[in-house]
């Protein structure tokens, strides 16, 4: 099984410099906000259809709701994401001097106050198996098949490179874009 | 200048990740190098777990190894040394188990022919091939007397499940009973399970006649085709037509799999604990009803109670032999 050392990670958490310890605001990001990106992604992309990337937008908000939660983590995490994701794409808006007509209008409708647990959670898990085979489906042949030989087969970087007859250099580097691209898939809004 | 998109520094993140698993040189001088990269920004440290987190993702990919998926010519599958072993394994005990059943024919002629015995453990899984060269695969807690001279071929299914891959021979059919039923062979591949409360046979090759022979409940003979499965109890006798994946999914287990399509928690659970002295619980009704599917190996029962609590979001807990799901 592709299991992966758990023990290197604790270490390289920065210090907690005052209220949420780094553990913790892990933890709780990990559990409580990255499960939210796919919906997260779908408003974003929803309400802005400027040039710029959403992910950058993204990532802006992450760091937004990050340092709040240094400072305490905001229960439940839901409509927090969300009322930042509003808060920085009005700010947006009004940098850009645009008015989209109809973002404006949407960016109330999502019920970000209500903290309803959403669908079944095994039909969440459901879907994730299938958006997981369906993701890796959309990899580059020979990214999949390195992706499919560590995380499948738990081969090793030489490993790899012996079975696909390529070089250790050439594996990690389908590996670093089999990665990106999978984590990018699976973040992306459902058509 | 730095660039500090999204995309760039995810990339980054991902790239140091990989590097920290995959890299047998990774040292304390990388672990500083890194360590100083995710302090310089939050948007550093962040990337970096949603990195952690979708490797972690990928980790479900094991449970997608879908019997559709093998059978694609693409590069899916690499041969894998362990099955070649396993065949030469399988060739050498079906070699010792023939010589057995020539020793026992010696003293055949004296006695009534009550047969060879054959049996597996919980867990177990055994390969036969009888002298006229048909072939029994025994799944696992199943228990089998075969009767194989020069005049009849007839196998008693005690318990459990086999599938059987049969040599035609016309003067001398194929017979096997179980839980009452009979299932005559016409040269055929044939999966035969006998449940606490059901039997259930269902036809991949070839065709047979099948027939409930006076077992108690409703009685039925019918030809079965490929795709057809039996399902008799006292009840009832239906004779359904399954999809060739649906019924595929019936015989992972000659491969060590356990295959699940909408299979609700309960009978995954009523599974798994066929193969395993770890027995798993459903604790709430509600849980038991939920339906997943995914493929699995059957001899880890653990590893499904993690997937059960990390994919699908339920609770686990140890005790002793048993696991508990709520």
Redesign the interface.
């Given at each position: 099984?592709?299991?992966?050392?758990e023990s290197?990670?604790e270490?390289?958490n920065?210090p907690a410099q005052s209220g949420t310890p780094a553990g913790a605001l892990?933890a709780w990001?990990?559990a409580e906000v990255?499960p939210l990106e796919q919906a997260l992604m779908q408003y974003l992309q929803h309400n802005w259809r400027h040039t710029a990337?959403v992910?950058?937008l993204?990532?802006e908000i992450?760091?937004r709701v990050?340092?709040a939660a240094k400072k305490q983590i905001p229960h439940p995490a839901k409509p927090f994401l969300f009322t930042v994701a509003r808060n920085l794409l009005i700010d947006h808006f009004r940098r850009a001097r645009i008015v989209p007509i109809d973002g404006v209008a949407d960016l109330d409708s999502i019920d970000i106050a209500s903290d309803t647990p959403g669908p079944?959670?095994?039909l969440?898990?459901?879907d994730?198996?299938r958006r997981?085979?369906a993701a890796?489906d959309r990899l580059p042949?020979r990214c999949r098949?390195a992706?499919?030989?560590?995380?499948?087969?738990g081969l090793?970087?030489r490993e790899i490179a012996a079975?696909m007859n390529i070089t250790e250099k050439t594996v990690?580097n389908h590996?670093?874009d089999g990665?990106?691209l999978?984590?990018?898939i699976?973040s992306e809004a459902e058509s | 200048m730095k660039d500090q998109?999204?995309?760039h520094?995810?990339?980054r993140a991902?790239?140091y990740?990989?590097?920290?698993?995959?890299?047998n040189h990774w040292g304390k001088a990388e672990?500083a190098e890194?360590?100083q990269w995710?302090?310089q920004?939050?948007?550093h440290?962040?990337?970096y777990?949603?990195?952690?987190?979708?490797?972690?993702?990928?980790?479900?990919?094991?449970?997608?190894?879908t019997p559709a998926r093998e059978n694609k010519n693409?590069?899916?599958r690499?041969p894998r040394a362990s099955r070649d072993l396993w065949s030469i394994f399988g060739r050498a005990a079906a070699a010792l188990l023939m010589i057995a059943i020539l020793a026992a024919g010696t003293h055949l002629f004296m006695t009534p022919d009550e047969g060879q015995y054959f049996a597996t453990p919980i867990g177990g899984r055994q390969t036969i091939t009888l002298p006229d060269g048909s072939r029994i695969e025994l799944n696992t807690n199943t228990a089998l007397r075969a009767v194989v001279n020069s005049g009849q071929r007839i196998i008693h299914l005690e318990k459990g499940e086999a599938y059987f891959k049969v040599e035609h021979d016309e003067k001398r059919p194929f017979t096997v009973y179980a839980a009452g039923g009979k299932v005559v062979d016409l040269g055929t591949e044939f999966l035969v399970r006998n449940t606490s409360d059901q039997l259930e046979v269902a036809l991949f090759e070839g065709r047979a006649e099948f027939d409930t022979n006076g077992r108690p409940g409703p009685q039925r003979r019918a030809m079965l085709a490929p795709g057809n499965v039996v399902l008799a109890s006292n009840q009832s006798v239906d004779l359904i037509k399954e999809d060739s994946k649906t019924i595929a999914a019936r015989i992972g287990w000659r491969r060590g799999l356990l295959i699940f399509n909408n299979t609700t928690l309960a009978e995954a659970a009523a599974e798994f604990n066929r193969y395993n002295r770890e027995k798993i619980t459903i604790v709430d009704e509600k849980t038991a009803s939920?339906?997943?599917?995914?493929t699995f190996q059957a001899d880890n029962a653990a590893?499904f109670a993690r997937l059960a609590r990390d994919?699908?979001?339920?609770k686990i807990e140890r005790k002793g032999e048993e696991i508990l799901i709520r």
């Open positions: 099984m592709a299991e992966t050392p290197t990670q270490t390289m920065p892990k990001f990990i990255l990337d992910s950058d993204r990532q992450y760091v990050y340092e079944d959670r095994s969440i898990a459901r994730e198996l997981l085979q890796l042949p098949e992706v499919i030989l560590r995380q499948v087969e090793s970087r079975r990690k590996l670093n990665v990106n999978l984590i990018d699976l | 998109s999204a995309k520094i995810q990339a991902t790239e990740l990989l590097e920290q698993r995959d890299n672990q890194l360590a995710l302090a920004s939050p948007a440290e962040i990337a777990w949603r990195a952690e987190e979708g490797l972690r993702r990928t980790e479900l990919l094991a449970a997608l190894r693409a590069p899916m690499p939920r339906e997943i599917y995914g590893l994919a699908f979001g339920f």
